[in-house]
Every structure is written in structure tokens, then in C-alpha cells.
């Protein structure tokens, strides 16, 4: 590991030689040298296994020579005899030297010719991915070969393996920036520069020895990709400071991998806000003295405070330093000030009192001396806002404290810079390598935590505070580490000549900081630059906060409506913020503050919900209407092959059966699904089509979503949706599904042409590849055969086997698909939302009728199982008007009282400031806009009253629109309530609202799937007719 530069780890990570070196370069070829020296897989275990034990070759003598040496000798087509000479040291390897191997690989490929130059690359890559494939299984600590008896004849040392994984990282580092130099175009075998060769178990010794926060480890695990060389750096970007004995340690001794159980500073688990470590009140000083006239606590008049947030403006603060008080100054429009942002659990906060200690402030004071000479402000005044001092924690000023946390989006946009205070990062000083000062970040306990992700987005310039070399007693002013703070933007420019190095990719992976930070889309929102649709973005705030935590679950769904600028007054979010710690916050709460989430999401930002969200890992919603969505975004897992968010063709819509997400597919047929689903058995396989030669595999990764209760039986078809086309041999993540109902689409005109939509319940994840083994092929097609054989005789009556054949039905790669949840069954009573809404009393307000407003939801059966076929409406948007179970989309039954709403939509990356006034209260309603406009229409309804409330049986209205198509329309008026989804307002123009036909027959709009809206639709359902809305396919 001597080759590392700047991670100084000594001679004591060294593996030793095994000598002699038995892999010969003229001699022996690298694929057959196992066989050549008798070291063979054994047909029980599949292990190697050394077949001539009189050789008394160990197993660690055998990898180095093999995987060390000779992968060493192939690549470089050096002699191993040289390798052996100038790569071992007094008996142990000392990598210095490989550097100079590695600039000569790439002078010999640049001077050969385009063909030989591609075949030597080929030929790297193939020995590559066979050393990754036995150092990733008996090497990394969660290889399925790797044994942890040293007794076993299979146990490999730790410091052998750590070398092995990083010699074969940087091997095909190397590889990478030498295609990227010389031009290679072939695809497929290019390789991964950032795949990891395994987790290395020396590391994770030296962590777990150390007191590292178990969390944090098995985070950096996921955020580095298991890649081995990168962990070194982590921990080695820590080991000489300090803070590896008071940071990482402090706090984190009972912390699992599952989860950080960091207590806060203090006695018993009690919250206490702590002085600098250079206060002599803190108890860790040498001088330590309990004197409260050396440090008090300060904060500002929260009468005023309170007077600022109530006006609608954001309260500034001024520390006097000499007078040892602080001031509030109320914004003003281009007003420079400060803000910052740091972790509770450091403890900068204070649950009891709007106050800090003096030190506390002279610290800050004393960053903002120096961010204004970096930012080069022109103003003396050093203006700052901290959530500790400028949002009200007292119970009396419940509602400022909504009004301020509303502003946070608006405070950190508008200030001058950010300073990042984190406990870790103040103790030790910033690298002067790139990758050495981007791991530290990385690392720290800042980037853990979910507010803070917000706060570092809406910055327009981030200062790191580190130590300083005067706080270390030393003079470090010619490498410049005498100043406190690291520039963002500084660091980054580093970035491109850090990545252009042969030895390691230490560089981009450190630099998962930087897109844990949505470094690009910030980039582009501060410059005023295109930041890519709204799925995009939606995307990479997913990646960035899934590595994130937060103390109070509550606050999860409040941080991101935040970071993404939505409106949720009168929503389950807004008095996230003041649940107090003690208060216990039911699943059932979080649930409804995350589909308040996505329904803010829809209405506010329509096309932003990214369909490949589908396939993300974790526990999804119960609700039928949400049964996609994950109940938190705070996952800590790592995306699976492919990754679902890169993956994404268009944008999901949110309806009421789920989410309409374009993806391609199989439906599973077979005679039961006890022939898919066997017991005791996680996996399964089946034909794509009748010849038998494409086979898949599926192997059942995660738990059900919401199993079945009661009665109710799985009896229903099911689906497998692929996030792309084709599946290849490496196994691709998918969805098992199951089919609710299928939706069949016709045109008036051409009774030929038709479309099918499936509407389907979240199951579970499933990896899908395509099978190859031709043994195993042989098998399955003599088993088909056997199966077809089988079921003549069961209609002769000569068998009563069982068959278990499945068949893969393949569909359109632009097929759509209604993704929910699982229905409750029939018979068991459901508590919706609705029912809670009946209790509550009715506001007095003013609506339109439901004819203007577009309501038309009546209540409808929940599950509906496969069968026969029935005439249905469209709705305007070309989905059907479907029947689906009563949910927070559905009607009520109380009374009909009349409400004019205004709704305002926008791109998710366009800067809004809502104004922080009394407003009227937020509206629930899918948003749709028309999308043609209506030749001629009449419409007839009945009058509304609130002394006759409608029911879906005597409300019903109906509406003929006049046009080419001659379509009519039937609309149930569903009675409004409390919580009840009213349309916008209704134009005067277009009374109805209502869609306008095409402008011909034949110049039908296309969907997002690319075929045409249908004009009449027909569904299976239960063996009878559906009756239609005509709201209800899309939103």
C-alpha cells in the first residue's frame, strides 16, 4: 500500500512475502495456473482445495503468487521474476515502486496500434474480473467463501487480503485512465473503475478497535461501494488527529450498524449545550474552573424576535463581543449576514432557552471575522442567523415557531455564506491533499444529518471550519493550514488534477461528499443555470438524504418539504416542528405526513415524482393508493443494479389506483401460484416464448409488502415489471407484482386497436437475469416438455401430479402500469379517512358545484379481482374512468359546502418564496391541466344547498360535450367535506371545465406512453360492467 500517497500508513499494514513466488511468467498461463500447480475447486464445495498436499503449498501462498504476482505479470507483461525483485522488501511487499509499472503500462499501450491496443485491454479486463470474482469471495469480509478460523485451510490473512483488493483496485483504476487517454470503444469490456474489490476486515478491525460509530462504518460501506481502498483512506484520513479519540468515539459506544445511538452531551441522556474546548468551563479543559463569570449564557430579547417573525420578516442577530450581548436586526432587502449550520449533538442547541455561552459566540465571531475576508464582504457589521437563537422554543410562540421554520428556506438562500461547524472537523485540520480533506467531510457527523443537507443545498458559498495550526501550538502558515476555514468551491478545483493519478481512485470516491451535498444541482441553482426536469432532481435529493438521519422522524417529511421550496400549510407537516421529544408519534402519523408529502409533490410540481422510485429498497405505505412509496427516504442502503433513479424514461403521474409509471415487463402464467411462489423455495424460472431458447431467472430479494390478513387468499396473476429491456446475465433489480386488474383500451374507430393497462399491488423486490448455463437450459426445456405431456394426462385423467410450468408472457417496453398498494379484503372492516371526516364538523366556506370543480369520485369496491369485460368512459387525460376504494382520494359523506381555491403550479427547481403571511387554508386536489379545449358543451346538474346535501345515488349529473367524437359523459358528484379534494376555480370561458376533443379522429393526442388517448374503454372486473368517473384515470 506504499503506492498510496498521502495516507502515511506505515510498514505495519504490509503483507508479508510467501516465498518462493510460484507463478512462472514463462511458464504459466494466468486462467489455468490454479490446475498447473494443483489447486482445483472440489465438487462438494466448490472451493479450492490443494489436490497434491505433499507440495505443502498453503492457500495464502497460492493467492499472492496468483493474484498478487501473476495478475501483476499478465497486465503489465512484466517478467514475475522482476516484480519479486523490486516489489519485496526485508520479506514483506512495499508497493513504492508500482507507480513507475504503471506510467510504463500506459507509455507501452499508447505506442501500440488500435487493434492490438484493444486486445490488450481486452485481455486485462478478462483477468481482472476473474481475480475480482475469487478476491471478492474469499477475501472481503462479506464474501461467501471467506473463512474466519485461521485453522481453515481456506482462511486468508487480513493483510493479504487488504493487499489484494487494492492492488486489483488500482489495477483497474490504471486500466480506466489509460482507455480514457488512448481511446477504447468497444462495449462491454470497459469495466467499472469505481466498483469496489470487497470490504476489507483489517479496516474494519482498526475502526472497531478505535471506538468508530459502528452506523458510520457500515455507511461509508455503502457510500464507497465495498471499495476496500477507500475505507483505507477513511480511516486513515482520521487516524492521526485527535479527534479519533474524543469525535468519532464520544458518544457512539452503543451504536449498532443499524443504528446510531449517539447519547447527547450531558449527564443521564439530558440535552446540554457545551462550551469550546478552549473555555475553561468545559470540564475536558487542563485548567478547569466552575466559574460563571469566565462564561455565561447569551441570547438575544425573543419580545423582538418574536415582533420580527410576526410581521412576515426574518430576525438577524449582532454579537457585541465587548458588551457580551446580542442584538436583533430585522432583514431588509440585500442585507449582508451569515448563517450556520451544525449538529444539534455537538452541542450548538439549546431545547430550554433562545441562548448560548459566551464561548460559543466568541467562536462564532471569530469564524465570521475570517469568512468575511475569504467572501470579501465590504461590510464591517457581522450579521448572523442561528436556529438556536432566532426560532422561538417557547410554548407561548407555538405559532412564530411555524412562521420561522418556514423561513429557513428563505434565510439560507438569502445569506452571504455558510459557515459548517461540526465537533469532528474542529479538531483536526484540513488535508493538503484533495482526497484527505474530502474523506474527512465525508466522514463527519455533519453530513449524517438531514437538516443540514437543506442548509448546505440553499447556500450560495459553504466554509468548512477546521483547526487551525495556532490552535495545534504549531506554524503551519507555508502549507496554509493557519486559517480556520475550507472554501466549497476552493476544494473542488483541486478536484480535476487529484483524479488524474494512475495509483488509486481515492479522489472520486471521496468526492461522494460532494454529491451527498446535490453539489451539481446546487451549482446550477446558485448560477442561475438549467437543473434538469423535476425527476432529476427529485432523484438526486433521494441519493443525498437516504445517508441521513434525524432524532425526530416527524421532522423527516418537514426537512424536505423545506429543501424543495412546498407550500404545506394546513397539512400533516406543519406541526412537525412542534412535537415535542417526549410525545410519541405514531406509524400511522408518519404515514399520513409522507402521503401529504407526495400529494404537495403532485400538485405543486406535476411530473416531478421520478417512476423509478418503484424499485427502491424498503418498507412501502400502506395505503392502497401509496403502496410504491417508501415510508422514509432516510434508508442507509446502497441502489441496485441498475440503478432504478438513472434509469427513468419520462415522468410518473400520481392517480388513484397508484402511480402510472411506462416500464416493460412479464406477466407470470401458470396453473397456480403456489407453482411460482413454492414454499421453502426464493427463486424461480421461466420461458419468454415458445421456442424455449430465453430463459430468466428470479431470485426473491426482500419481504412482502403488507401480506394479506384474514380471509382473504393470494389467487390473483402475477407480474414482474424490469426497470429496462432485456435483462442480461448480471441479475437486474425488479417487481414481483400482482395484477388487480386488468384495464383493456379501444378506439371508437378502429375496433382493432386496443391498449392494456395493469393495475397492480406492490408484492416485493426480486432480482431478474437471464439464464445462460447451458446444463441448466437442457434441464428446464426437458421439464416444459415433461410439463406438456403431463397435462394431456390430466385431462385423460392418467395423472394427478401437479404441474408447476410457469410461462413468461413478455410485454411492450412502454407498457403502463397503476402501481399501489395491496387492498384490504372485502370483508374486513377499513378505517379510512374518510370515516374520520364524518365525525369531524363541517366549515362554513363556499364551494362551486361539483360539476364545476370536477369532483366526480364516487366510492367504489376495493378489490377486484381478473374477469370479464365491460364498456367504460375515458377521463380527459386518456386514462380510464375507473371505480376504486374509498382513500384519502375519495369522497366523504359529509356535507357540501361550497370553497373558490387558486392552485399554483411550477418547475421543482424554480426559485418561490411564499409569502410567510396568513393565507388560506391548503387544498387537496389533483391538478390537471387541459390538454385540448371543448368545441361545444351543455351541461345540466341539479342545485346544491346546504340544507340538501348530495349523495353519489341523487346527485347524479350528466354531461354531453358536442364534437367530432360524439362523446357523452357520465358524472357521480360525490358529496364534500372537510377534507374533501375541490378542482380550481372555474373558468368563465369553460364553465365545466371540461376537455376538449381532438381536432379530428384520426390526430388523436398520444399519451406519455406513445400510443393513442383511446376514446372508449372497456375493463375485466369481477365478470360485470364498470361504471366510470370521468376524473379519475390521471392527475
Not at 505433499?54 to 496468483?66: R, T
Not at 402521503?595 to 427502491?616: H, M, N, Q, R, V
Amino acid at each position: 500500500m506504499d503506492h498510496l500517497q498521502g495516507l502515511h500508513l506505515g510498514e505495519h499494514w504490509n503483507p508479508k512475502y510467501y516465498r518462493p513466488n510460484l507463478f512462472d511468467s514463462s511458464e504459466h498461463d494466468f486462467h489455468k495456473f490454479p490446475e498447473q500447480i494443483h489447486f482445483t475447486p472440489s465438487k462438494e464445495t466448490q472451493e479450492y482445495e490443494n489436490t497434491k498436499p505433499e507440495s505443502k503449498i498453503s492457500f495464502n501462498h497460492f493467492l499472492q503468487s496468483w493474484l498478487f504476482f501473476g495478475l501483476l505479470s499478465t497486465i503489465l507483461q512484466k517478467p514475475s521474476k522482476t516484480l519479486v525483485e523490486t516489489l519485496v522488501v526485508e520479506g514483506n511487499i512495499d508497493t513504492t515502486r508500482l507507480t513507475g509499472y504503471l506510467e510504463g503500462w500506459r507509455t507501452d499501450v499508447k505506442k501500440l496500434d488500435p487493434h492490438p491496443r484493444s486486445l490488450r485491454m481486452i485481455r486485462a479486463q478478462v483477468a481482472l474480473d476473474k481475480a475480482r470474482q475469487v478476491v471478492t469471495e474469499y477475501c472481503s469480509d462479506d464474501g461467501k467463501r471467506r473463512k474466519t478460523n485461521p485453522n481453515n485451510p481456506c482462511y486468508v490473512e487480513h493483510k493479504l487480503s487488504l493487499s489484494l483488493m487494492v492492488l486489483g483496485e488500482t489495477l483497474t483504476n490504471a486500466k480506466s485512465k489509460i482507455i480514457e487517454q488512448v481511446g477504447f470503444n468497444i462495449r462491454g469490456w470497459h469495466g467499472d473503475a469505481m466498483e469496489g474489490w470487497g470490504t476489507p476486515s483489517r479496516v474494519l478491525e482498526k475502526m472497531e478497535s478505535k471506538g468508530w460509530c459502528r452506523k458510520l462504518v457500515e455507511i461509508l460501506k455503502q457510500q464507497l461501494r465495498l471499495h476496500a481502498t477507500s475505507m483505507l483512506a477513511a480511516y486513515a484520513s482520521h487516524s492521526q488527529t485527535d479527534a479519533e479519540t474524543s469525535y468519532l468515539i464520544e458518544g457512539h459506544k452503543d451504536c449498532d450498524k443499524d443504528k446510531c445511538r449517539l447519547k447527547f452531551p450531558g449527564s443521564g441522556g439530558e440535552y446540554v449545550t457545551q462550551h469550546q474546548l478552549t473555555c475553561r468551563r468545559n470540564p475536558k479543559h487542563k485548567q478547569h474552573v466552575d466559574d460563571k463569570k469566565l462564561c455565561f449564557e447569551i441570547g438575544p430579547d425573543m419580545k423582538d424576535v418574536v415582533e420580527i417573525i410576526k410581521k412576515g420578516r426574518v430576525p438577524l442577530l449582532e454579537y457585541n463581543r465587548k458588551k457580551g450581548k446580542v442584538d436583533v436586526v430585522e432583514y431588509e432587502p440585500y442585507t449582508t449576514y451569515a448563517t450556520l449550520s451544525h449538529v444539534w449533538s455537538d452541542g450548538y442547541g439549546n431545547p430550554k432557552v433562545n441562548e448560548l455561552w459566551k464561548c460559543q459566540l466568541d467562536f462564532f465571531d471569530e469564524l465570521f471575522t475570517e469568512a468575511h475576508e475569504e467572501s470579501r464582504a465590504t461590510v464591517e457589521r457581522k450579521l448572523f442567523w442561528i436556529d438556536t437563537l432566532a426560532i422561538p422554543i417557547h410554548e407561548d410562540h407555538r405559532d412564530e415557531r411555524r412562521i420561522a421554520v418556514r423561513q429557513i428556506h428563505q434565510v439560507y438562500t438569502n445569506a452571504r455564506y455558510t459557515v459548517v461547524i461540526d465537533k469532528g472537523l474542529g479538531q483536526m485540520l484540513p488535508a493538503t491533499t484533495y482526497e484527505g480533506t474530502a474523506m474527512r467531510i465525508l466522514a463527519s457527523g455533519w453530513m449524517r444529518r438531514l437538516w443540514t443537507l437543506q442548509e448546505a443545498y440553499l447556500s450560495r458559498r459553504l466554509y468548512f471550519a477546521f483547526a487551525n495550526g495556532k490552535d495545534l501550538g504549531e506554524d503551519l502558515s507555508e502549507e496554509g493550514l493557519n486559517g480556520r476555514l475550507k472554501n466549497l468551491e476552493a476544494l473542488e478545483e483541486m478536484y480535476p488534477k487529484a483524479s488524474d493519478i494512475l495509483t488509486s481512485n481515492i479522489p472520486s470516491a471521496a468526492r461522494n461528499y460532494f454529491h451527498n451535498l446535490l453539489g451539481n444541482d446546487r451549482r446550477a441553482r446558485i448560477n442561475e443555470l438549467p437543473a434538469g426536469n423535476g425527476t432529476d432532481i427529485l432523484a438526486s435529493v433521494w441519493r443525498a438524504a437516504r445517508w441521513r438521519t434525524t432524532n425526530h422522524q416527524e421532522h423527516e417529511t418537514l426537512a424536505l418539504a423545506t429543501l424543495l421550496n412546498l407550500e404545506y400549510t394546513n397539512t400533516k407537516l406543519q406541526d412537525a416542528g412542534l412535537i415535542k421529544k417526549a410525545a410519541k408519534v405514531e406509524d400511522e402519523q408518519l404515514q399520513g405526513m409522507m402521503i401529504d408529502l407526495w400529494k404537495i409533490l403532485d400538485k405543486t410540481c406535476p411530473g416531478s415524482i421520478p417512476p423509478g422510485i418503484i424499485f427502491l429498497p424498503g418498507e412501502k405505505l400502506k395505503d392502497p393508493s401509496f403502496g410504491w412509496a417508501p415510508k422514509t427516504w432516510l434508508s442507509n442502503e446502497e441502489l441496485e443494479y441498475p440503478d432504478p433513479l438513472s434509469n427513468m424514461v419520462g415522468a410518473a403521474r400520481l392517480v388513484p389506483e397508484g402511480l402510472l409509471v411506462q416500464y416493460p415487463g412479464f406477466v407470470l402464467h401458470a396453473q397456480n401460484r403456489a407453482s411460482i411462489l413454492r414454499e421453502n423455495e426464493s427463486s424461480f424460472h421461466f420461458p419468454s416464448d415458445s421456442t424455449l431458447l430465453e430463459w430468466y431467472g428470479v431470485e426473491l430479494t426482500g419481504l412482502r409488502n403488507n401480506p394479506p390478513k384474514g380471509i382473504e387468499k393470494d389467487e390473483k396473476q402475477l407480474a414482474i415489471i424490469l426497470c429496462r429491456p432485456k435483462p442480461k446475465e448480471i441479475p437486474e433489480i425488479a417487481l414481483l407484482v400482482q395484477i388487480e386488474e386488468k384495464i383493456v383500451q379501444r378506439s371508437f374507430n378502429d375496433k382493432h386497436h386496443h391498449s392494456v393497462i395493469y393495475h397492480v399491488s406492490y408484492d416485493r423486490r426480486v432480482k431478474i437475469w437471464r439464464e445462460t448455463n447451458a446444463d441448466l437450459l437442457s434441464k428446464w426445456r426437458e421439464y416444459i416438455t415433461a410439463s406438456i405431456d403431463l397435462d394431456e394426462k390430466n385431462l385423460a385423467g392418467d395423472s394427478q401430479r401437479e404441474d408447476k410450468m410457469i410461462c413468461g408472457e413478455a410485454l411492450d417496453s412502454d407498457q403502463r402500469w397503476y402501481v399501489g398498494g395491496r387492498p384490504p379484503p372485502k370483508d374486513l372492516k377499513v378505517k379510512t379517512e374518510d370515516e374520520e371526516t364524518r365525525k369531524a364538523p363541517a366549515q362554513k366556506v363556499t364551494v362551486p358545484s361539483p360539476i364545476e370543480s370536477g369532483e366526480n369520485r364516487a366510492a367504489r369496491p376495493i378489490a377486484r379481482p381478473v374477469g370479464k369485460t365491460g364498456p367504460m368512459t375515458i377521463n380527459p387525460l386518456g386514462g380510464p374512468s375507473i371505480s376504486f376504494p374509498k382513500s384519502s382520494y375519495g369522497p366523504s359523506t359529509a356535507r357540501q359546502i361550497p370553497i373558490t381555491v387558486s392552485v399554483t403550479q411550477r418547475p421543482l427547481d424554480e426559485s418561490y418564496e411564499p409569502p410567510t403571511t396568513a393565507r388560506p387554508p391548503l387544498q387537496h386536489f389533483p391538478v390537471q391541466p387541459p390538454e385540448f379545449t371543448p368545441t361545444s358543451h351543455t351541461t345540466t346538474s341539479t342545485s346544491l344547498g346546504d340544507s340538501s346535501p348530495l349523495s353519489p345515488a341523487t346527485g347524479t349529473r350528466t354531461r354531453s360535450v358536442s364534437s367530432v367524437s360524439n362523446t357523452s359523459q357520465t358524472l357521480h358528484t360525490p358529496p364534500q367535506g372537510r377534507n374533501s379534494n375541490p378542482s380550481p376555480a372555474v373558468n368563465p370561458s369553460n364553465p365545466g371545465n371540461l376537455p376538449s376533443p381532438p381536432d379530428s379522429e384520426h390526430s388523436t393526442p398520444r399519451g406519455g406512453s406513445g400510443s393513442r388517448i383511446p376514446k372508449a374503454v372497456s375493463r375485466v372486473v369481477n365478470g360485470s360492467a364498470a361504471a366510470g368517473h370521468s376524473n379519475g384515470g390521471a392527475r
